[in-house]
């Protein structure tokens, strides 16, 4: 028998929202190409949807997450994790935080320079992504670095969509509500557009979209496991 193959531990900062942390980890789990048990990464997850709201965060209406963020990261690391993946592209915004408690402890995997590196070669990217994406500029900064232009989404649109999606709405009203945002963005100039909130892969497939579609969740995973491959 072959020898299993050697990762580091996987931590999850997750629960933003809990349907968002629960595919990523079914993806982890496709993605790790395992024949056996054995061959599959351990992972560690804490899933809390109690984190403080990051829209109301960044609008300046509630409470910081990052202390909440930082906590959980320290509770992973303390656990063993050695590789941190957080699927909430919001909650990016206060990676720093996390970043900073874990430093020479850990290695933070970052969905935002994921999904940069999966959109290498587009010019234009419409970025599908709730307000407290789009207001921090996580991905128009980023991807501008990279030479490439970006046109916002609707957020109006996007945010009720993404909150039906969160109270467990995956049908196919808000699918094509999606679709149609996404197709907007494409006539609008956009030669990929980018799912840049968990919650919408969820919903939302290549096949709804008239261009390029990079799903920052997919992103994530690929970047997660080669992390975490020792």
């Known amino acids: 028998m072959t020898e299993p193959v050697q990762w580091r531990t996987i931590g999850v900062i997750g629960g933003m929202g809990p349907a968002a942390t ?7 789990v496709v993605a790790a190409g395992a024949a056996r048990d054995s061959d599959h990464p351990r992972v560690l997850v804490d899933s809390n949807p109690q984190v403080p709201d990051r829209n109301a965060a960044r609008a300046g209406t509630g409470p910081s997450p990052g202390p909440a963020l930082a ?4 509770g992973l690391v ?4 050695s590789v941190l993946a957080m699927p909430c592209n919001a909650a990016h915004g206060w990676a720093g935080a996390i970043e900073a408690e874990v430093a020479g402890e850990a290695q933070f995997v970052g969905i935002i320079e994921a999904a940069a590196t999966a959109l290498a070669g587009a010019r234009t990217v419409g970025i599908m992504a709730v307000g407290a994406t789009l207001d921090a500029r996580l991905y128009q900064d980023r991807l501008a670095a990279a030479g490439m232009a970006t046109i916002d989404c609707d957020r109006t649109v ?3 969509l993404v909150n039906a999606i969160k109270a467990g709405d995956v049908g196919s009203e808000v699918r094509e509500g999606l679709a149609r945002e996404a197709a907007r963005l494409a006539a609008a100039g956009a030669d990929a557009v980018l799912a840049a909130c968990t919650e919408i892969p969820l919903v939302l497939r290549a096949a709804d979209v008239p261009v390029r579609f990079v799903d920052a969740t997919a992103a994530l995973v690929a970047a997660t496991l080669a992390a975490a491959r020792r």
């Open 22 to 28: 629960a595919d990523f980890l079914a993806r982890l």
């Open 71 to 74: 906590a959980m990261a320290r």
């Open 78 to 81: 303390t656990q063993g994790a």
């Open 158 to 160: 996007v945010q009720p």
